[in-house]
């Protein structure tokens, strides 16, 4: 919406000099500005108040659809990390990031981050907490199905987008809660496709993976990776560090978003 006030103010200040022209065209007045003098005021404007990145846009797009995930591995655990909590330091906990595909509350994220959890909880971005149900699950591709047991009024779904014209270099933006962090976002380019990853213990393999730069941590599993537009291309799955070290070294994983529409009872691309 920003970016959009600010072109329509610029198309404005076009619009007002054409009109001068015109006028010193029919009657005294003014004379009419020249194409130099309407670029000069062009620019002063955009100086003055600078146009949103695009990955600032694409954040804005998709933030809505993106909820934070909590896989409470102990019984009792509430989730609250008070002192009222009698797990209070003793639980075991899977944290991670989901995005909202379908408006009813169905919500995509790793497997990994709620595989095993006795109970699972989701923040929405406007706060509303909710437990939510495991659907299904794709292992194959480290994909759950959750769906949420309660949902904002004007809870939003991201707009998801196939992958068959994604190339290396395209920029996209990394959202999610790394370290529990968030949400947080990081930008980068697609450095490869259709690679392979191979989990430390050696008892996972994941292919036909997306491959990208945007810094990616513990947390930022099952969190959207968008293009510009806000369009969903991935889920980050995984990263490789070479020390087997739980922190971002510029290699990240994503499994393609076409992954997870028939388990999500969605239509493929």
């Known amino acids: 919406m920003r970016h959009e006030r600010r072109l329509w103010a610029a198309a404005l200040v076009l619009l007002v000099a054409i009109g001068l022209a015109w006028r010193g065209g029919v009657a005294p007045g003014p004379a009419p500005l020249t194409m130099k003098q309407i670029d000069h005021a062009m620019r002063k404007s955009i100086a003055e108040k600078p146009l949103d990145s ?14 934070r995930v909590v896989g409470l591995m102990t019984e009792g655990d509430d989730g609250s990390d008070g002192p009222d909590n009698p797990e209070h330091g003793r639980a075991e906990r899977g944290v991670g990031t989901g995005v909202v595909i379908i408006d009813n509350g169905t919500i995509l994220t790793n497997l990994h981050v709620v595989q095993g959890a006795k109970r699972v909880k989701v923040t929405f971005a406007d706060g509303l907490e909710a437990d939510a149900s495991l659907v299904n699950v794709m292992p194959e ?3 759950a199905v959750l769906r949420a047991r309660k949902i904002p009024d004007d809870l939003q779904a991201a707009t998801m987008r196939s992958t068959g014209d994604l190339a290396p270099g395209d920029q996209v933006l990394a959202v999610g809660f790394p370290f529990g962090i968030g949400p947080s976002a990081s930008s980068g380019v697609v450095s490869g496709l259709k690679r392979e990853f191979r989990s430390p213990d050696g008892d996972r393999v994941l292919t036909n993976l997306i ?29 490789l560090n070479p020390t087997k ?3 971002f070294v510029g290699i990240g994983f994503a499994v393609p978003i076409e992954n997870a529409a028939g388990g999500a009872g969605m239509p493929p691309f």
């Open 54 to 67: 695009a990955a600032a846009r694409a954040y804005d797009t998709v933030i809505p659809s993106v909820v």
């Open 141 to 143: 591709h480290d994909l």
């Open 211 to 239: 491959q990208f730069d945007a810094a990616a941590n513990p947390g930022n599993s099952g969190g959207p990776l968008v293009t510009m537009d806000g369009e969903v291309v991935g889920i980050v799955t995984a990263i």
């Open 245 to 247: 070290q739980r922190v």
